[in-house]
């Protein structure tokens, strides 16, 4: 998979629409197995951005289905999607230049949060990500019970079985 990304730090997106990317989140990259720049993609919700390391997205868009004649959903999907997904380098001071568009579609302002969330970046208004964080905390039990669920369906568990379940 690449690099795991964790934490988050709060940063300003600045006038040039230049995002400094945490040298905590560069040093980890490998440039032979995960590039040298990032993809950025709309995220989800819509109001987010995900930057993904430009070899781990290439990974991912091979392994997603492809046909010469592909179905209504995965076509309409495709067609918004990759339009938007821009390769982004970073600088000497390991800055990125965000798309005008994809930040004016977003809505995200100049105060930003970047997150790591396992295989990707995700850049978020800063005032949402504080009140989404706190919501989330209270129901952290509930949260982390269903994503367990979740990857037993897939039969990938990312951690050690809880004492007493089966």
Same mark, same amino acid.
């Given at each position: 998979?690449?690099?795991? #990304?964790?934490?988050?730090? &709060?940063? +300003?997106?600045? +006038?040039?629409?230049?995002?400094?990317?945490?040298?905590?989140?560069?040093?980890?990259?490998?440039?032979?197995?995960?590039?040298?720049?990032?993809?950025?993609?709309?995220?989800? $919700? $819509?109001?987010?951005?995900?930057?993904?390391? %430009?070899?781990? *997205?290439?990974?991912? =868009?091979?392994? =997603?289905?492809?046909? /010469?004649?592909?179905?209504?959903?995965?076509?309409? #999907?495709?067609?918004? #999607? *990759?339009?938007?997904? &821009?390769?982004?380098?970073?600088?000497?001071?390991?800055?990125?230049?965000?798309?005008?568009?994809?930040?004016?579609?977003?809505?995200?302002?100049? &105060?930003?949060?970047?997150?790591?969330?396992?295989?990707?970046?995700?850049?978020?208004?800063?005032?949402? #990500? %504080?009140? %989404?964080?706190?919501?989330?905390?209270?129901?952290?039990? %509930? /949260?982390? /019970?269903?994503?367990?669920? =979740?990857?037993?369906?897939?039969?990938?568990?990312?951690?050690?079985? &809880? =004492?007493?379940?089966?």
């Amino acid at each position: 998979m690449g690099v795991i #990304f964790t934490g988050y730090y &709060e940063h +300003a997106v600045d +006038a040039k629409n230049r995002l400094a990317i945490p040298a905590k989140f560069r040093s980890r990259m490998d440039p032979e197995q995960d590039g040298k720049g990032f993809v950025v993609v709309p995220g989800q $919700p $819509p109001d987010r951005l995900w930057l993904y390391t %430009e070899k781990h *997205f290439d990974r991912l =868009a091979a392994r =997603a289905n492809s046909a /010469l004649i592909p179905d209504d959903n995965q076509l309409q #999907f495709e067609q918004v #999607f *990759f339009p938007l997904a &821009e390769y982004l380098e970073l600088d000497s001071q390991g800055r990125i230049l965000l798309p005008e568009k994809m930040l004016a579609r977003a809505g995200l302002g100049r &105060e930003v949060v970047i997150c790591g969330v396992r295989d990707h970046l995700e850049i978020r208004r800063r005032d949402d #990500f %504080e009140r %989404e964080l706190e919501s989330s905390w209270q129901r952290y039990r %509930e /949260l982390q /019970l269903k994503a367990r669920e =979740a990857y037993s369906d897939v039969g990938r568990h990312p951690g050690p079985p &809880e =004492a007493g379940s089966s």
